[in-house]
Nanobody, 115 residues
Framework: QVQLVESGGGLVQAGGSLRLSCAAS????????MVWYRQAPGKQRELVTT???????NYADSVKGRFTISRDNAKNTVYLQMNSLKPEDTAVYYC?????????WGQGTQVTVSS
């Protein structure tokens, strides 16, 4: 069982920055990959960025060059640094973990970007 707790969401003006955190209840080396998803009102959930156990990352085209995923192994925490935020980044952001063929989700954190 893996518990994920997100934090760091909030209201920010366009062009601003936020850093989201996802704290895992287990050693993140035991997790194959950790993923940030987001879901905007009336839209499907979309993958934002992924980091694997080996440290490989990938990003959705819509956030490349603006968002950065990273992790602190000592804190079992993954971060999402979001810069140059746009109103279209407004969504609930979810942390997801894949471990031993099972998926786990956090409760989500709201990010609102005003124009």
């Amino acid at each position: 069982q893996v518990q994920l707790v997100e934090s760091g969401g909030g209201l920010v003006q366009a062009g601003g920055s936020l850093r989201l955190s996802c704290a895992a209840s287990v050693n993140i080396f035991s997790i194959n990959s950790m993923v940030w998803y987001r879901q905007a009102p009336g839209k499907q959930r979309e993958l934002v960025t992924t980091i694997t156990r080996g440290g490989s990352t990938n990003y959705a085209d819509s956030v490349k060059g603006r968002f950065t995923i990273s992790r602190d192994n000592a804190k079992n925490t993954v971060y999402l640094q979001m810069n140059s935020l746009k109103p279209e980044d407004t969504a609930v952001y979810y942390c997801n973990a894949n471990r031993l063929a099972l998926e786990y989700w956090g409760q989500g954190t709201q990010v609102t970007v005003s124009s």
